[in-house]
């Protein structure tokens, strides 16, 4: 597509429930990024996926929240039993591919997804 | 380890003035420096970026940043504010090899006119 798209653009749930965000990258982009925008907190680093290989997991804050990414395309972050503290912004970002020497190629964010937990 | 400070969490200028956004940073070898604008209910967009070269960079909408190794800093700079402006300006930085970029809490430009 033209741009990052990110599904849904606003979610509540409740206390407890799993929910899943979707991310759908610039086709052809092979790196992946999630982030979560907290308010006074900046943007937090969650997760990379760069290609086939191994994905970054070293943001997630707790073992409620995973990501995969399917055929290097779609992404989905799941947060299961959510808690209040979950509550935020869930911003994808996709890249033609990770940062070279010398080179970077820049991030495209999506208008990210609204979580609210009540 | 990365890591970017933004010292101010708001910042007012009147329209038609300088304004400036300060950004610090931290990380070990050269530094990849982004910054990136987002305006209300939208995500982030690019502004410009510092790899290598010159030291003053030159971005989208009349902005422009210049990277200061002895201080390690990369304040953002534009001549005359306007109101479109107003935004939360984050900065950001990466250092060697495939790391994912580290953001600032951001500052909030509010140009008032």
């Known amino acids: 597509g033209a741009g990052v798209s990110q599904s849904p653009s606003n979610k509540v749930t409740e206390k407890g429930k799993d929910v899943e965000l979707r991310c759908d990258p610039i086709s052809g982009h092979t790196a992946l990024y999630w982030y979560r925008q907290s308010l006074g907190q900046g943007l937090e680093f969650l997760i990379y996926?760069?290609?086939?290989?191994?994905?970054?997991k070293s943001g997630l804050p707790s073992d409620r929240f995973s990501a995969e990414r399917t055929g290097g395309s779609v992404s989905t972050l799941t947060i299961q039993r959510t808690q209040q503290e979950d509550s935020a912004v869930y911003l994808c970002?996709?890249?033609?591919?990770?940062?070279?020497?010398?080179?970077?190629?820049?991030?495209?964010f999506g208008s990210g997804t609204r979580l609210t937990v009540v | 380890a990365q890591s970017v400070a933004q010292p101010e969490d708001q910042v007012n200028v009147a329209e038609g003035n300088p304004l400036t956004v300060k950004c610090t940073y931290s990380v070990s070898g050269n530094p990849y420096l982004f910054w990136y604008v987002q305006y209300p209910n939208r995500g982030l967009q690019f502004l410009l970026k510092?790899?290598?070269?010159?030291?003053l960079v030159k971005g989208s909408y009349g902005f422009e940043a210049e990277f200061n190794k002895s201080q390690t800093s990369f304040h953002l700079k534009k001549p005359s504010a306007l109101v479109s402006d107003s935004a939360l300006y984050f900065c950001?930085?990466?250092?060697?090899?495939?790391?994912?970029?580290?953001f600032g809490k951001g500052t909030r430009l509010s140009v008032i006119a």
């Open positions: 970002a996709s890249s033609p591919r990770g940062s070279t020497v010398g080179r970077d190629y820049g991030y495209t």
């Open positions: 950001a930085v990466r250092g060697r090899g495939n790391t994912p970029l580290v």
């Open positions: 510092y790899i290598t070269g010159d030291n």
């Open positions: 996926f760069q290609g086939n290989s191994a994905p970054d």
